[in-house]
Each structure stands twice: as structure tokens, then as C-alpha cells.
């Protein structure tokens, strides 16, 4: 959950591969804008929101089929 009752969707996956977009979903007018882009592909990633309600994601895969290879040691914030 971030500021204004809304909620942050970032990573995962499709059948087109793992995700770098994020998305806002605005839960008083149930609806969805774009959000920031992700630096990496990530997917089964963790995130926390901050105090300053920041989001912090950690970790998860970016597809690289050698699993071990593909895990992220890193993490991103997105500042909203």
C-alpha cells in the first residue's frame, strides 16, 4: 500500500517473459495507471513499504534460465 490508498504491482510475469513495468491501482476509482519501470526483470521479488512510504523491492529472478544465475542479489526503490 503506498500514500493515497493505493496500491504498487511491480515485476512478474506473462507469457511474453519477466516483467520490468509496474502498476498503480487507484482503490477509490478501481482503476490502473502505469507506473515506473523496474531497473531489472524481476520476478518473485519482495517488497516493504518505508516510512516515508517508498517502496523497497528486494531480490527475486530475472528469468535467466540457470536459476542460480538469474538470482537478484539487488534491490529497488521507487519513490512516490
Request: aromatic share 4%; with cysteine; proline share 5%.
Amino acid at each position: 500500500l503506498i500514500p493515497g490508498n493505493r496500491i504498487l504491482i511491480s515485476g512478474g510475469a506473462n507469457a511474453s517473459g519477466i516483467l520490468q513495468s509496474s502498476e498503480i491501482y487507484e482503490v477509490a476509482t478501481n482503476t490502473w495507471t502505469p507506473g515506473p519501470s523496474l531497473q531489472e526483470s524481476r520476478v518473485t521479488s519482495r517488497a516493504v513499504s518505508l516510512a516515508t512510504g517508498d517502496i523497497l523491492t528486494i531480490g527475486g529472478w530475472n528469468g535467466t534460465p540457470n536459476t542460480e544465475a538469474g538470482l537478484l542479489a539487488s534491490c529497488e526503490i521507487f519513490i512516490v
